[in-house]
């Protein structure tokens, strides 16, 4: 603490026992350090929470530290951090600090992940909300229940066995109150009103899991997004099955009455959701002339050959005719030898002719420039194919029969892959934007695009074309 000339270092040994190694974070008073035990044989990783004391601290600070503290001295959770020690050090005059440690769990932060601009299915949220949910379950039903009221991307992390633990406890609340007197906690836009009165029940956890699930798939913080009569708008933000989304607003609905009363009612009602079936039911656009061919082992999409339409090829001759024919008038009767002016001189007359030709060669190159805007915009992946027996995906950019460029992903890379429709802005002549629709394949840190310039209806039947097609029980 800075303001009583003292502060923890790396490498320090608290306890003769635990070395500090790296500050994981500073909250306040509170310091949170990434530790190792010495005397565990072997030597283990522990996250070591300290809270110092001190006449002018906020009590509620206290309460709060010890509340943690026996709070994970009773649990046995499989996941949530296991209780290890607690003491307390006189490091300096005047100051006490407590210490409470706990196991570390080596993984990252769904928080990191966004930090990433990593993507979710429907499929990979849905895993993430049952995990959760089934950890509620356990919290929720003790006697007293236990509520977290501070659930949040940073405080949820997907460990090395790819299984999601809860973490940090220090806002946990050891039984709802019916009145606004507890300590009031949360995090702006993940915390729901009623728990900034300082009234928090099991459904304040639901809402807060439920903003958390739509940051993880908007990739915007939930206080960033618009909202009605206190409902977070998110769906024009996703592409997600209709069912999925209506389960994550029951879960954030401003009313504590409107939202699931436990975690076991979130839960069953989220299992009975088929999303397989959703993306099955989802039929072909009319009048859509993409092709594509599945079979058991190859998923190929065929977009329209690049070029454009006989209405724009003609609509461009028409164009250019006329300009042309513009172009000659002017350059045939703007002549200088046609000129007679009394008062100009020939040099004058010939620049005058000059300018008016090069003012008519204008709208001549503004058409050209606008064919060859289009012909770029339109060269893009026109031939996809996903292959299960080689691993992989490809992205191809063909013309003519001849393949001119290609990106290849792998396919187990699919894990962190999400399909969605986007929008991709370009400006016009007239300073507006254009809004094309894309498909946007996210595998690893790497982005690819096809579909450009497709309707918004050709685009989410491809994305559940090949959602369903990448199902693991296919």
């Known amino acids: 603490m800075s303001q009583h000339n003292f502060s923890w270092s790396a490498g320090q040994i608290l306890h003769d026992r635990y070395q500090f190694q790296q500050q994981l974070g500073h909250n306040g008073d509170r310091q949170v350090w990434l530790s190792t035990d010495l005397k565990a044989q072997p030597p283990q990783s522990v996250v070591v929470k300290l809270l110092p004391f001190y006449a002018q601290m906020q009590w509620d600070e206290f309460k709060l530290f010890e509340r943690e503290t ?105 039984q709802p109150t019916s009145g606004a007197t507890m300590t009031v906690v949360g995090t702006s836009g993940y915390a729901p009103p009623e728990q900034f009165f300082g009234r928090a029940v099991p459904e304040s956890d639901l809402y807060a899991l439920g903003a958390t699930l739509i940051h993880l798939l908007t990739g915007t913080a939930p206080a960033d997004l618009p909202q009605k009569e206190l409902q977070i708008q998110f769906r024009e933000q996703v592409s997600v099955p209709d069912a999925l989304a209506e389960w994550i607003e029951k879960l954030t609905a401003p009313d504590v009455d409107d939202r699931f009363h436990t975690a076991r009612e979130a839960l069953a009602t989220l299992k009975a959701i088929d999303l397989n079936l959703t993306a099955r039911s989802l039929p072909k656009p009319a009048d859509s002339r993409i092709q594509l061919h599945k079979t058991a082992q190859s998923l190929q999409i065929i977009m329209p050959e690049i070029g454009l339409s006989n209405q724009q090829i003609a609509a461009f001759l028409l164009k250019f005719g006329l300009l042309v024919g513009v172009y000659w008038l002017i350059w045939e009767w703007w002549s200088p030898d046609r000129m007679s002016l009394p008062v100009a001189t020939p040099q004058d007359i010939t620049s005058f002719v000059q300018f008016i030709r090069i003012l008519a060669m204008i709208p001549w190159g503004m058409t050209l420039y606008t064919l060859i805007k289009r012909l770029k915009q339109q060269w893009q992946p026109n031939w996809i194919v996903f292959q299960k027996d080689r691993s992989q995906f490809r992205l191809n950019w063909r013309l003519l029969g001849w393949c001119w460029q290609r990106q290849v992903g792998g396919m187990k890379q699919m894990q962190e892959v999400n399909i969605s429709v986007q929008v991709l802005k370009q400006r016009t ?46």
């Open 70 to 174: 026996v709070v994970l001295k009773s649990l046995n959770h499989p996941r949530v951090p296991r209780y290890q020690d607690s003491f307390t050090i006189d490091a300096t005059p005047g100051i006490s600090w407590f210490a409470l440690v706990e196991t570390f769990i080596p993984g990252r932060s769904l928080a990191q992940s966004l930090q990433q601009g990593t993507y979710l299915t429907a499929l990979q949220i849905r895993n993430i909300a049952i995990q959760v949910l089934t950890i509620l379950i356990g919290l929720h039903e003790r006697n007293p229940p236990l509520l977290h009221r501070d659930i949040k991307p940073s405080n949820l992390i997907v460990g090395s066995d790819r299984q999601v633990y809860l973490i940090d406890f220090g806002s946990v609340q050891s």
């Open 429 to 474: 002549w007239c300073g507006r934007r254009s809004h094309p629709n894309m498909v946007l394949i996210q595998a690893g840190d790497r982005r690819h695009t096809f579909g450009v310039g497709s309707t918004e209806a050709e685009c989410n039947w491809l994305v559940h074309e090949i959602k369903h097609w990448l199902r693991p029980d296919r």
